[in-house]
């Protein structure tokens, strides 16, 4: 429901300056419990990505695992992987960027694809542990660094322009899921071919079609 106020219009004087004084503390007040809102929602998503991927892949039997999510798209465990590299490289670097530079210095490139090499010799265990390592750290930094006061400063991102700290927040916690879509649509094609006619009703499957 939107905060109604009182008309300060027909107020006189001091008593109108008051009155305005009064709205513009509770806007504010409104808009910081806002604020803290999303980004307590966003950990509370965030925190949760290790424990389904853990419960999902681990000790998966290998017939799951060496499906891409598309044609020259990642197995599951290439995207956790990626994961992993988001939370070295990507979000808590751009989280204090944003807070020590603001717009005068962009993000640093991110490499999509650096797990590729670097993860060659890991098993999906290790990859996953060291995932909830990196992201149970990062939270704990988050928490550390950002206040609600500062979830509209900017930073500059190479390719996108000026982004605030609470869409890179939000995209975060997006990010996430789209991965995690991402790992589905993976093991769901390690068994396009067995379903046989019943392809026709899994969208899952005819997503990857298209």
């Not at 980004?39 to 017939?63: C, F, K, Q, Y």
């Not at 090499?117 to 990062?138: C, K, V």
């Amino acid at each position: 429901m939107a905060t109604r106020f009182a008309s300060s219009d027909h107020v006189p004087g001091v008593a109108r300056e008051c009155v305005i004084a009064i709205q513009y503390r509770v806007q504010t007040k409104i808009c910081h419990m806002l604020d803290r809102v999303s980004l307590d929602e966003s950990i509370a998503l965030l925190e949760r990505t290790p424990r389904v991927l853990h419960e999902l892949l681990a000790g998966l039997p290998e017939s799951w695992l060496t499906e891409r999510d598309t044609p020259g798209g990642w197995t599951a465990q290439d995207v956790v992987g990626h994961l992993v590299t988001g939370e070295l490289e990507n979000w808590i670097p751009r989280v204090e960027r944003i807070l020590n530079d603001g717009t005068s210095r962009p993000f640093d490139p991110f490499d999509r694809f650096a797990h590729v090499e670097r993860d060659r010799d890991e098993t999906m265990h290790q990859l996953l542990d060291h995932f909830a390592e990196l992201r149970a750290d990062n939270i704990e930094r988050m928490r550390e660094l950002v206040d609600v006061d500062d979830m509209d400063r900017r930073g500059l991102h190479p390719d996108l322009g000026e982004v605030t700290l609470a869409e890179l927040i939000a995209t975060w916690s997006v990010h996430d899921l789209d991965h995690i879509a991402q790992i589905y649509a993976a093991l769901a094609g390690a068994r396009d071919a067995q379903v046989g006619p019943w392809k026709a009703n899994l969208g899952i499957l005819l997503r990857r079609d298209i």
